[in-house]
């Protein structure tokens, strides 16, 4: 066996090791329900915000504003607790990815967005910074869909209590 193939599967086993599955499931699911309490109480301001991005109408970024902080606080309690593992690291990587377009989108387009609203009031945060927590959220999301996480995870210990039943 080559180098080359040894050390890929080697990456391959901590890539789907239980303890950095749990601390994905943690990472992003923390980082999701901080982020949706600190919005929270801010919503006219997050809409106004989504909408210095001009990528989506007055009516939708009001419902995207609306909508995301408990959607966040949603997906991180899923994510923390294990439950739903495959749905909600699908859908938060749909949220991380939508954050991360809109970055790129205002990058290139010039905008001057300094600061990003992720955390709201809370931590204002550079956007460039921000673009880079959202691409580790985002590995974090993808690492945690590609393994069968049940180190931890209420999911598949409340499957087999029901099974047991």
């Not at 180098?3 to 990456?11: H, K, L, P, T």
């Not at 408990?70 to 949220?95: M, N, R, Y």
């Not at 409340?158 to 047991?164: G, I, N, R, V, W």
């Amino acid at each position: 066996m080559n180098r080359v193939s040894i050390s890929a599967a080697g990456a391959g086993r901590i890539l789907r090791h239980p303890y950095l599955t749990l601390a994905s499931r943690v990472g992003l699911g923390g980082v999701f329900i901080f982020a949706g309490v600190a919005k929270l109480a801010y919503l006219q301001t997050l809409v106004w915000e989504i909408e210095q991005y001009h990528i989506l109408p007055h009516s939708l970024a009001t419902a995207y504003g609306y909508a995301l902080p408990p959607l966040e606080i949603a997906l991180g309690v899923l994510l923390v607790l294990g439950l739903f593992l495959k749905f909600s690291a699908s859908v938060s990587a749909l949220v991380v990815l939508s954050f991360t377009i809109a970055k790129i989108v205002a990058l290139a387009r010039g905008l001057d967005i300094s600061i990003c609203g992720c955390f709201g009031p809370a931590v204002p945060l550079l956007s460039i910074y921000s673009l880079a927590i959202d691409f580790v959220l985002f590995a974090f999301a993808f690492q945690i869909l590609f393994h069968k996480g049940e180190f931890l995870a209420l999911g598949p210990w409340l499957s087999q209590k029901a099974a047991e039943q």
